[in-house]
């Protein structure tokens, strides 16, 4: 499974951004998708996920500002971010959980992307 984020940027507070994530691969066990972020000096922090079946779960800090959505047409995951604040600026990373036959799971990530808020 490679997964290819894009969408990332320098944007203005109070500004939006939408980030994508391209799925590809052998995908029909991937279970759940979802955006990380990582801020300097700050360990690796989920943002939001989304399942197979279209449940989602968001970091209170982005709750009704943030949203995740996946057109598993394509393959691919959104994150529209809303009412940006600089303290969001981090790499955000794409990740993608696989249901293994034994009944293990194994996360993929993608590169990244760089997201800068500012004031």
């Known amino acids: 499974v490679q997964l290819v984020e894009s969408g990332g940027g320098l944007v203005q507070a109070g500004g939006s951004l939408r980030l994508s994530c391209a799925a590809s691969?052998?995908?029909?066990?991937?279970?759940?998708m979802g955006w990380y972020r990582q801020a300097p000096g700050k360990q690796r922090e989920l943002v939001a996920a989304i399942t197979s079946g279209g449940s989602t779960n968001y970091a209170d800090s982005v709750k009704g500002r943030f949203a995740i959505s996946r057109d598993n047409a394509k393959n691919t995951v959104y994150l529209q971010m809303n009412s940006l604040k600089p303290e969001i600026t981090a790499v955000y990373y794409c990740?993608?959980?696989?249901?293994?036959?034994?009944?293990?799971?194994?996360?993929?990530w993608g590169q990244g992307t760089q997201v800068t808020v500012s004031s």
């Open positions: 990740n993608a959980i696989e249901d293994l036959s034994d009944h293990t799971r194994y996360a993929y």
């Open positions: 691969g052998t995908l029909f066990s991937i279970n759940a």
